[in-house]
């Protein structure tokens, strides 16, 4: 009785372990093609017990600023985004290779990740994002 107790126990464990390993593991990978204009993705979170952190890789080239904002799952994207904001992920001119990493409280939601050129006409990224994954760490 015990035994199956027990056995029963660590098969639980091992099933939220999983679930937990996997939901951090969510990684999503967009490219910019057009970087003149404003392109909006939806990453999904899909940890149950909900994350704590998002990490960013930005890769690619620009001729001119840009910015990453990430917004929640209800914000109207027929608002506009305009360049004047502090809280969101700036991009400058010429190469990039940059990480961004940052707070973000959520599970089972869908936000809103958006490009907004600022004075950017031509060039190329990838963007990388994982919701409690650090991306700047490869051994994981």
């Not at 937990?20 to 093609?33: E, F, K, M, S, W």
């Amino acid at each position: 009785m015990a035994r199956t107790v027990v056995i029963r126990c660590l098969i639980i464990v091992v099933i939220v372990g999983a679930l937990i390993l996997l939901g951090n593991r969510n990684i999503y990978t967009y490219d910019v093609q057009d970087v003149g204009i404003r392109n909006n993705f939806k990453p999904q979170v899909s940890n149950p017990f909900g994350t704590e952190h998002y990490s960013m890789h930005v890769q690619g080239e620009l001729d001119g600023t840009a910015e990453l904002h990430l917004l929640g799952p209800k914000f109207d994207l027929n608002k506009e985004i305009d360049c004047t904001r502090y809280l969101c992920s700036k991009l400058d001119s010429g190469k990039i290779d940059k990480y961004f990493y940052d707070d973000y409280y959520g599970e089972f939601e869908t936000p809103n990740l958006c490009y907004v050129p600022c004075t950017a006409k031509k060039g190329h990224l990838t963007i990388t994002i994982s919701f409690g994954r650090d991306l700047r760490k490869s051994w994981w």
